[in-house]
Nanobody, 119 residues
Framework: QGRLVESGGGLAQPGGSLRLSCVASGFTFFSRYDMKWYRQAPGKEHELVGTIRILDGTTTYADSVKGRFTISRDYAKNTMYLQMTSLKPEDTAVYHC???????????WGQGTQVTVSS
């Protein structure tokens, strides 16, 4: 059974940076997964922040974070990262990582980590 654990959240000032980590354990063929970062702010819909294909590192980003956030992975450590820069108050949310293999209907979620951007 796969498990995802996020870390790295906290309080940052506007314009600051944070790096989130998502460690995957218990995965078979980790390289075959697509992994995603989502976020949900109070009173708002769950938003897809970005994705990464573990096999080749291909990434996609939501328009709201493009140019400010970077998703990467360390295959040897079964870890995905979300580097967040130029943070804005509207980036405040609980950030979740997600791992999927659509061909097998596999879908794992982490417990989430709180990011608060405030002066």
């Amino acid at each position: 059974q796969g498990r995802l654990v996020e870390s790295g959240g906290g309080l940052a000032q506007p314009g600051g940076s944070l790096r989130l980590s998502c460690v995957a354990s218990g995965f078979t063929f980790f390289s075959r997964y697509d992994m995603k970062w989502y976020r949900q702010a109070p009173g708002k819909e769950h938003e897809l922040v970005g994705t990464i294909r573990i096999l080749d590192g291909t990434t996609t980003y939501a328009d709201s974070v493009k140019g400010r956030f970077t998703i990467s992975r360390d295959y040897a450590k079964n870890t995905m990262y979300l580097q967040m820069t130029s943070l804005k108050p509207e980036d405040t949310a609980v950030y979740h990582c997600n791992a999927v293999r659509d061909e097998y209907g596999i879908n794992y979620w982490g417990q989430g980590t709180q990011v608060t951007v405030s002066s």
